[in-house]
């Protein structure tokens, strides 16, 4: 059965499907150089990736290959950024975290909230046991965050991405099933 795009709610955070009134903000967001730094891929400069980005956050959970949510603050409803939880191998039921955070919203814990909240949602929803996230080694704020969730510090994958022509080498986080929910 194909997933459907969850709707969770954290003490300060609302986690939701994308919809078209997102555009805009994802659009400021993922244009944005400096949240966009440590990245794999550089920031938008077309408005026209806001809409694939929208549709792809549609087909994906059709398509069975995970979910993206927006995440809005429960206290004014803006916008602070999205996160995804995407299946690697469905086989080996391990999966991948990921999270972008407006520049006005860091420091605030959110990140760790809202990928906490997702995190458990997808290992009970896509019955994942192993979820991994690969993080730029110059971002020690993404590192912090999951740490904070629990993920381990597996490894450094040596020139692990190309962007602009800069080389850059990603720490492998990883977090087992039995590691975040109780037995
Ligand atoms: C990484 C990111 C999601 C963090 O968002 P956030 O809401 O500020 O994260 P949180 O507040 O939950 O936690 C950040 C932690 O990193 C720490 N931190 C921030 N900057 C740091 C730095 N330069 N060095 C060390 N720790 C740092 C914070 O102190 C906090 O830890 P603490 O709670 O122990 O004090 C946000 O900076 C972002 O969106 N960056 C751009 C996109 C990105 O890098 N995504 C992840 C790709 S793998």
Same mark, same amino acid.
């Given at each position: 059965m194909p997933l459907t795009t969850p709707t969770l709610r954290t003490d300060r955070l609302l986690l939701r499907p994308f919809e078209d009134r997102d555009r805009e903000d994802i659009y400021a967001l993922q244009s944005d150089a400096h949240v966009l730094e440590f990245w794999d891929s550089p920031p938008w400069? @077309?408005?026209s990736r806001a809409d694939t980005f929208l549709a792809r956050s549609r087909t994906m959970a059709e398509e069975d290959r995970g979910v993206r949510v927006a995440i809005d603050r429960? @206290? @004014?409803?803006s916008f602070v950024g999205w996160a995804t939880a995407l299946w690697s191998t469905p086989e080996f039921r391990t999966g991948e975290l990921g999270y972008v955070l407006t520049k006005a919203s860091w420091g605030n814990g959110y990140a760790t909230e809202a990928a906490g909240a997702l995190l458990d949602w997808a290992l009970e929803a896509m019955d994942l046991n192993r979820v991994q996230s690969e993080v730029d080694t110059r971002n020690p704020a993404s590192a912090r965050v999951l740490a904070k969730l629990g993920?381990?510090?597996?490894g450094t994958l040596r020139e692990n991405c190309i962007v602009d022509g800069v080389v850059s080498d990603s720490w492998m986080y990883g977090l087992l099933r039995r590691e975040r929910l109780p037995a």
């Open positions: 400069a @077309d408005r429960l @206290d @004014d409803g993920f381990t510090l597996e």
